[in-house]
């Protein structure tokens, strides 16, 4: 059975720091895109960071604008394990995180095909 799991949400103040992980299992997920995507209430779910390996030990990584020199997405290969951690945060970093995992480059949320189940960030102001 195919799972991705997610740890390591909570409540941080304004300008706290938290990392996320993601623990994929069932499979290899070496050649899939691994994301991070987030969903606050009455919003739609965005995008915030994806990573795919370009060439070996070679991996490109995309941010959204909203998170881009705050955040840092990496993986290790060889755990299946994807990371998001995340400093300075601020109180509309406030969601549910997921991690996902597609088998083609896209920040497309409906061409991510596993999912996990979600970890709340709450960010006090």
């Known amino acids: 059975q195919v ?7 909570g409540l ?5 720091s938290l990392r ?3 623990a994929a299992s069932g499979r290899t997920f070496s050649g ?4 991070w995507f987030r969903q606050a209430p009455g919003k ?3 995008v915030i ?3 795919r390996r370009i060439a070996t030990s070679t991996y490109y990584a995309y941010y959204a604008d909203s998170v881009k020199g705050r955040f840092t997405i990496s993986r290790d290969n060889a755990n299946d394990t994807v990371w998001l951690q995340m ?12 991690c996902a995992a597609s088998p083609i480059a896209t920040m497309d ?3 991510y095909i596993y999912w996990g189940q979600g970890t709340q960030v709450t960010v006090s102001s």
């Open 109 to 111: 949320p409906n061409k």
């Open 20 to 22: 996320l992980s993601c």
């Open 87 to 98: 400093n300075s945060l601020k109180p509309e970093d406030t969601a549910v995180y997921y």
């Open 44 to 46: 739609e779910r965005e």
């Open 32 to 35: 899939d895109v691994m994301g």
């Open 12 to 16: 941080v103040q304004a300008g706290g």
């Open 3 to 9: 799972k991705l799991v997610e740890s390591g949400g």
């Open 49 to 51: 960071a994806t990573i």
